[in-house]
């Protein structure tokens, strides 16, 4: 089974800066995607980044892009989301997904920030901004 493991969560003062981690096990294939989600209180859980392990291709919101920075050690099967010039509205509970990219007959479909794209996902770590 796979398993999904988020953690670096924390209380940051706005204008700051955080390091999660995400360490996946279990992925049968070396082909997946990694992404990042977040869900603040009384909204939807959105995407934030992904990155696909076949050729480090990486998904920003728009909200975080120029902000947070997505990267992976691929033989540690750990993705990781730099987190610097935190706001406020930051302030969510992050949550790491993982999904296979399938051969869908005449390319990889390589997942982006959609929800419903990811079969996988591990437990949350809070991230408190404050202002």
């Known amino acids: 089974d796979v398993q999904l493991q988020a953690s670096g969560g924390g209380l940051v003062q706005a204008g700051g800066s955080l390091r999660l981690s995400c360490s996946a096990s279990?992925?049968?294939?070396?082909?997946?995607?990694i992404g990042w989600f977040r869900q603040a209180p009384g909204k939807y859980r959105e995407g934030v980044s992904s990155?696909?392990?076949?050729?480090?291709?990486?998904y920003y919101a728009d909200s975080v892009r120029g902000r947070f920075t997505i990267s992976s050690d691929n033989a540690k099967k750990t993705v990781f989301l730099q987190m610097n010039s935190l706001k406020p509205e930051d302030t969510a509970v992050y949550y790491c997904?993982?999904?296979?990219?399938?051969?869908?007959?005449?390319?990889?479909?390589?997942?982006?920030?959609?929800?419903?794209?990811?079969?996988?996902w591990g437990q949350g770590t809070l991230v408190t901004v404050s202002s």
């Open positions: 997904a993982g999904a296979d990219i399938k051969w869908t007959g005449g390319e990889y479909y390589v997942p982006g920030l959609g929800r419903l794209e990811y079969d996988y």
């Open positions: 279990g992925f049968t294939s070396a082909r997946y995607a």
């Open positions: 990155i696909s392990s076949i050729d480090g291709n990486t």
